[in-house]
């Protein structure tokens, strides 16, 4: 079983639709989580991180942590075309230390 | 520009050749990274480096090997391709170990027959 289980999609939502994403994981040391995006055949790039549990936002973003359910959600609103990507969720923590583990990825397609 | 080159963008490759990945980051960044991008699985680390002259050993180590002799260059090679080694592959860096911010560069696509 994977460290972090995450649905690959693709997910397709209208444009200016609300976009879930969730994460899974197992590993109860895991402290630190991010999002990050990936547009295709780029780089990974930093969208949202948070340290608690609770809810973080940023402009159409929200991060959503449950440390004792091990969830964590990234929420889009009024999505765009240009939201499509795949986006990636990562942790760290515990005896993984600085290392980041990361989820499969799920592609989001946004269709105007 | 600041950040993160990889050469090269693409290579085919025979199993049993040997191939160096290279990657420069201009960011003085202290800690680098090589990753592996398979379809489902994510991104997998290979090696890292907390700083320049040290490296270790990521999740899937073995049949690579990286050096790091200044800050900017941090390489990896593959000694005798196999074609499980058919990946996509990024170099990242962060400005210190285990910040979680790390800029990826625009990866290696990598076929090996």
């Known amino acids: 079983q994977k460290e972090v289980e995450q649905d690959p999609g693709p997910l397709s939502v209208p444009e200016g639709a609300i976009v879930s994403l969730n994460c899974t994981y197992s590993n109860s040391a895991f402290q630190y989580f991010m999002w990050y995006r990936q547009y295709s055949r780029k780089g990974p790039e930093l969208l949202m991180y948070t340290y608690s549990s609770g809810n973080k936002e940023d402009g159409r973003f929200t991060a959503q942590v449950d440390k004792s359910s091990k969830y964590i959600s990234l929420f889009i609103r009024d999505s765009q075309p240009s939201d499509s990507a795949t986006y990636l969720c990562?942790?760290?923590?515990?005896?993984?230390?600085?290392?980041?583990?990361f989820g499969g990825g799920t592609r989001v397609l946004v269709k105007p | 520009i600041a950040g993160i080159t990889q050469a090269p963008t693409s290579q085919i490759l025979a199993a049993g050749r040997r191939m160096t990945l290279r990657c420069t980051q201009d960011m003085r960044h202290n800690a680098m990274y090589w990753y592996r991008q398979d379809l489902g699985l994510g991104l997998r680390l290979i090696h890292y480096s907390n700083t320049a002259g040290t490296t270790g050993k990521g999740e899937v180590p073995d049949g690579y090997s990286v050096s790091r002799a200044n800050t900017d260059d941090f390489p990896l090679t593959l000694a005798s391709a196999v074609p499980s080694q058919t990946s996509v592959y990024f170099c990242?860096?962060?400005?210190?170990?285990?910040?979680?911010?790390?800029?990826f560069g625009p990866g290696t696509r990598l076929t090996v027959l």
């Open positions: 990562a942790m760290r923590g515990g005896a993984a230390g600085n290392k980041l583990t």
């Open positions: 990242a860096s962060s400005p210190l170990p285990g910040t979680d911010t790390q800029y």
